[in-house]
């Protein structure tokens, strides 16, 4: 652990465990290990989790993560991280800041960060730390080569009221106009980025992994066909849609479902408002612990994302790493994930009788054409989702950097 002070950081825990190879890369063997430096703010830790150990079979992988100074609570604690790498051939390097972003004083935490990952001497550099350090980005140029410097975006196009949009957006027309190499998490965003900046390599290794948190001890499915809202409540998330189907549909069918609502929200009673049959819906509003969330979506038969934008969906990550099929916004960025009536549904943006429809279809559907869309899915994710098969698309991508 280090945690970051006004004197020197200094490494008080190294792990470093041999864990499984992966296969030998399809292009050619991998002869000697190269060494990857991996920076990540913990925000993204869902992200990357699932990634590290697997590249470390590749790679040798310095993996330094940052927990920033904030208020709530961490979905991956320090305890989580050691788990998962125990059985992998990584170093870990945990700091803790002292200071919050905005605040000037954190410039002298990144120096110190900086100054010790270039004695780490990495081959290659990469980045998955949220555009909301400032800071951090403005160091990078300064300190790393940014021909052997890769850094991350989750969103080259905000979500509609995205908080300290001002502030971000700034620094993701920095990022694009500086640096070398980018990665992005999704097909659109990557066109968005080209279009922005064509003269910057950028890559996508396939959208972010399948979001694991163990097995679920409740494996059952209930009686009622269930519908799952999950993840934190935001104007832009169009929650306000589906509450205002599951009141029609329950005129209907008021035996035969049930919508389940699972986050944090800040302003719940504006929802609240919106509801006319509470007794359709079973609530959870707060925070929900990563060990819950096994049986949250394993008895649940749909996620329903009614987003009005989206660049990539951690919920739905998490649905797909639970063969639970989606019914979500008919956005582009979505398009990637979702065959229409073929591993899930999409409906019209912001149209709750739309999104009645397909709920009445699936309340509706018999067995046999339920797992039918199940199994559809579950060979989509075999195909196209897998870790390995991610992290395979990632190493490309370090190698070529390297060897370019």
Request: one cysteine or more; a positive charge.
């Amino acid at each position: 652990m280090i945690r970051d002070s006004e004197s020197d950081m200094e490494f008080a825990r190294r792990l470093g465990t041999q864990g499984a190879k992966l296969k030998n890369h399809r292009e050619g063997v991998i002869g000697v290990k190269k060494t990857i430096v991996w920076v990540s703010s913990d925000g993204f830790l869902d992200t990357d989790a699932q990634i590290v150990p697997k590249l470390s079979a590749s790679f040798n992988i310095k993996w330094v993560i940052l927990y920033l100074k904030r208020d709530g609570n961490k979905a991956y604690s320090q305890q989580d991280i050691e788990r998962i790498c125990l059985n992998s051939n990584v170093d870990l390097i945990f700091i803790y800041l002292k200071y919050k972003q905005k605040d000037v004083r954190v410039i002298f935490s990144y120096y110190k960060i900086f100054s010790m990952i270039q004695g780490l001497k990495g081959d290659l550099i990469f980045s998955d730390v949220t555009q909301a350090c400032l800071f951090f980005h403005l160091l990078a140029k300064l300190f790393l080569n940014k021909n052997k410097y890769i850094c991350s975006m989750h969103d080259v196009v905000l979500h509609k009221k995205f908080k300290n949009s001002f502030w971000i957006q700034r620094v993701n027309n920095f990022m694009i106009k500086t640096f070398s190499n980018v990665l992005v998490f999704s097909q659109v965003q990557k066109e968005i980025a080209e279009q922005r900046n064509s003269k910057i390599n950028t890559y996508y290794a396939g959208g972010m992994c399948l979001k694991d948190f163990g097995r679920p001890e409740r494996c059952g499915k209930k009686d009622k066909m269930t519908f799952l809202f999950f993840g934190t409540i935001r104007g832009n998330k169009g929650l306000v849609y589906l509450l205002e189907a599951g009141n029609m549909l329950y005129k209907k069918y008021p035996d035969k479902f049930t919508i389940k609502i699972a986050g944090h929200c800040d302003n719940w009673e504006t929802y609240q408002s919106v509801i006319k049959h509470p007794e359709a819906f079973d609530f959870k509003i707060g925070f929900v612990d990563n060990r819950e969330i096994p049986d949250l979506f394993a008895e649940s038969s749909y996620l329903v994302l009614p987003y009005l934008d989206v660049t990539q969906s951690g919920p739905l990550m998490i649905a797909y790493n639970y063969n639970v099929p989606v019914i979500a916004s008919n956005l582009p960025g979505f398009h990637e994930y979702i065959d229409d009536k073929n591993t899930g549904y999409l409906f019209r943006t912001a149209d709750s009788f739309e999104l009645y429809r397909i709920l009445e279809e699936c309340v509706n559907l018999d067995e046999t054409g339920y797992m039918s869309i199940k199994n559809n899915l579950s060979r989509f994710i075999e195909n196209n989702l897998t870790t390995e098969a991610i992290a395979f698309r990632y190493a490309s991508i370090f190698n070529k950097i390297m060897s370019s």
